[in-house]
């Protein structure tokens, strides 16, 4: 359901019509719109925005780690439709046991190596990538080191 600070927004409404159950709340602050998007939904959210609302360009995935709060992890894709120069944030939140969510390098090609390192540096399983290995670290590299409870000294020897 679209929350009521979202009504005047025609992408929030557009995304509620399209599919209800995706949207999870969402806020628009200093003219910067953030939908939160229900992780099970992901891929074909971004499908529909790509080919109905001209977001064609996938800037950044990134994750924030908000240990110890659950759910733990948030995965964060910025969008930009050229045509229109509009920029969009979507957020979905994972549990910090086994993070894991659909990759969206079917929709944009560029999502590849944001997604490995997400999975490199925070631990986040992005099912479905074509190439999901490390892309930072050495491929031997025991834990994630962005997560916040990682050893700050890094493992003992």
Known sequence: MLPENLRDSAVAAAVDVYD????????L??????????????????AF???DWKFT???????????????RFEVVYHLHSIDRNERLRLKCRLG????????VTPVWRSADWYEREGFDLFGIRFTGHPDLRRIMMPEDWEGHPLRKDYPVTGPRV
Not at 20 to 27: K, P, Q
Not at 29 to 46: F, H, M, N, S, W
């Open 20 to 27: 209800a159950d995706a949207l999870t709340g969402g806020r």
């Open 29 to 46: 602050d200093r003219g910067e719109l953030t939908l939160e998007i229900a992780p099970e939904k992901i891929a074909p959210v971004c």
């Open 49 to 51: 925005l790509k080919n």
């Open 57 to 71: 360009r996938l800037s950044t995935v990134t994750a924030v780690d908000r240990y110890p709060s659950e759910p």
């Open 96 to 103: 910090g046991d086994a993070p894991e969510i659909s990759s």
